[in-house]
């Protein structure tokens, strides 16, 4: 295969695609990272043709999700933004178990974020009592969420205590690797979705961890986002965002900021 660039009305093409289907906004800058990240699925399809390979896009709606997986691959690791970890720690300790606490990890990759909270509440509350959902439009990421295994590194940041009580060490062909119990990770549910569409299905959560995932929209999917969100959130539940984005030039009303990058609904 070639090393044929895209050109600018190919590459419109897709921006608008990926745009409508998931919100994302690719700029100018981002034309290398679409030639090498669809390299390989223009090879498996023998064509050199960036035309092309979006005509099979369009005719194939299963080619069109593993080309959107492939754009929303994203870094992640256990424990990111330690801040985040301890406020929740407190929140925790402090809820009242009068009923289940729920906790939304919004755009949850590889399930790292879901098993990092699902470790805290485990260690304070009993198992009835509370239920970690993770979401993703990455058909790929959500399947190895529920796999529960992970390269040894990636283990680095988990808390002494917490990797002796809530992973598994791999052997024999799984050297190198570790794996989330099995036992532990049945409170923690994943499944497919989209941010940018209503999702009643999942129900009222008391906290939505919605982290570097605005910093891929423009003002106007964002304010599409939140507000979806916000049909998820009861009165008094929380919004986590990162510490690297902000909700500026958006419609807070709604929302009381707590924290640099904690938000409680008011209304």
């Not at 921006?15 to 919100?23: D, R, S």
Request: neutral net charge; charged residues 25%.
């Amino acid at each position: 295969m070639s090393t044929r660039k895209i050109s600018s009305t190919e590459y419109q093409k897709f921006q608008e695609l990926i745009y409508n289907e998931i919100g994302i906004t690719l700029n100018e800058t981002k034309m290398s990272l679409i030639e090498s990240r669809f390299y390989k699925r223009m090879l498996y399809h023998n064509t050199e043709c960036f035309e092309e390979y979006y005509n099979i896009c369009m005719a194939d709606s299963s080619e069109k999700t593993q080309m959107l997986d492939i754009i929303t691959t994203n870094e992640t690791y256990f424990f990111r933004e330690e801040e985040h970890f301890r406020f929740l720690k407190e929140y925790v300790q402090e809820y009242g178990m009068e009923s289940k606490l729920r906790i939304w990890s919004a755009a949850s990759s590889v399930g790292v974020e879901a098993y990092s909270i699902a470790m805290v509440c485990d260690n304070i509350l009993p198992p009835n009592k509370w239920e970690i959902i993770g979401t993703d439009i990455n058909t790929d990421v959500i399947k190895k969420a529920r796999m529960r295994l992970y390269n040894i590194s990636w283990a680095e940041k988990i808390p002494s205590e917490f990797k002796l009580k809530y992973c598994l060490k791999g052997k024999g062909k799984f050297e190198g690797k570790f794996l989330i119990t099995k036992e532990f990770a049945k409170n923690v549910k994943f499944q497919i979705s989209n941010l940018m569409e209503t999702n009643s299905d999942l129900g009222v959560f008391d906290i939505v961890f919605l982290r570097n995932v605005l910093i891929y929209f423009n003002t106007q999917t964002r304010q599409k986002v939140l507000k979806s969100i916000m049909g998820n959130m009861r009165i008094g539940s929380l919004l986590i965002i990162s510490q690297t984005e902000n909700l500026n030039s958006l419609d807070l009303a709604c929302l009381e900021q707590i924290h640099p990058s904690i938000f409680k609904r008011i209304s």
